[in-house]
């Protein structure tokens, strides 16, 4: 008989949500982390992106609600894993990379605050991780759409060095990078003061502080609450 893996000896399968602002590396430390535990990471900005993909493709305003909620309901966004990272589907066409470029970003900070269009999302998002067996990032996991999670981890970081990883994650400099910039003030802004589901800690989730932390001691200070909490279910 051959020995057990690391991803079968887990005696059950937990929800785990990891909230925090734009820039905070939520989205590499969640994939990394269902990597090692064997689940599915569940990217909600990106199924926000998608939307505002098609908002854009259809000429849709991005403040009109009505008409942004009748389009997510005439759409269909799956996360499909991979090895490489999760692909998003939208009605059956890859848009992984499309959902990445600037103008796509800014329109989803901008369809996101819309109660409607937020309600279908977490509607869509809970069904998606019902049976457990995820870790799934964005802004309002652990306080409206998991309010329930195993653990809850709110991942922040100075904003100057928000920005600068940004940067350096898109390798761009000069005014370009200053234009950047002012949008994450602008995204943490939205966020933090829309009227539905703004961007705070849930009560019960662990802050952590990235700002002078590597990427590998995030990673390992995560991964050792997830073994805790899965010891104590």
Same mark, same amino acid.
């Given at each position: &008989? ?133 870790? &799934?990032?964005? =802004? ?26 940004? &940067? ?23 966020? =933090? ?27 390992? =200070? ?12």
């Amino acid at each position: &008989m051959s020995e057990p893996s690391e991803t079968t000896v887990l005696p059950r399968k937990l929800i785990i949500a990891i909230d925090g602002p734009a820039g905070a590396g939520k989205s590499t430390i969640a994939s990394r982390l269902a990597r090692k535990l064997g689940y599915v990471n569940l990217e909600s900005g990106a199924m926000y992106r998608a939307l505002a993909l098609k908002a854009i493709e259809k000429d849709i305003s991005f403040d009109d609600e009505p008409a942004l909620v009748k389009l997510a309901e005439q759409s269909h966004i799956k996360l499909e894993p991979t090895v490489g990272g999760n692909r998003t589907l939208l009605d059956a066409h890859d848009v992984s990379s499309r959902i990445r470029e600037r103008d796509v970003t800014e329109a989803a900070s901008r369809v996101s605050v819309h109660p409607g269009v937020r309600a279908w999302m977490v509607l869509h998002q809970r069904a998606m991780g019902a049976g457990g067996g995820i870790v &799934m990032e964005g =802004r309002d996991i652990g306080t409206k759409v998991f309010p329930d999670a195993d653990l809850k981890i709110f991942l922040d970081a100075d904003p100057v060095v928000r920005e600068q990883r940004r &940067m350096e994650q898109q390798k761009i400099k000069g005014e370009v990078a200053a234009n950047l910039a002012e949008d994450l003030r602008e995204r943490d802004r939205r966020d =933090r003061t829309r009227a539905t589901s703004p961007l705070v800690a849930a009560p019960d989730a662990v802050v952590i502080d990235s700002t002078k932390m590597s990427e590998d001691e995030v990673l390992e =200070r995560v991964e050792e609450l997830a073994r805790k909490a899965l010891n104590l279910k």
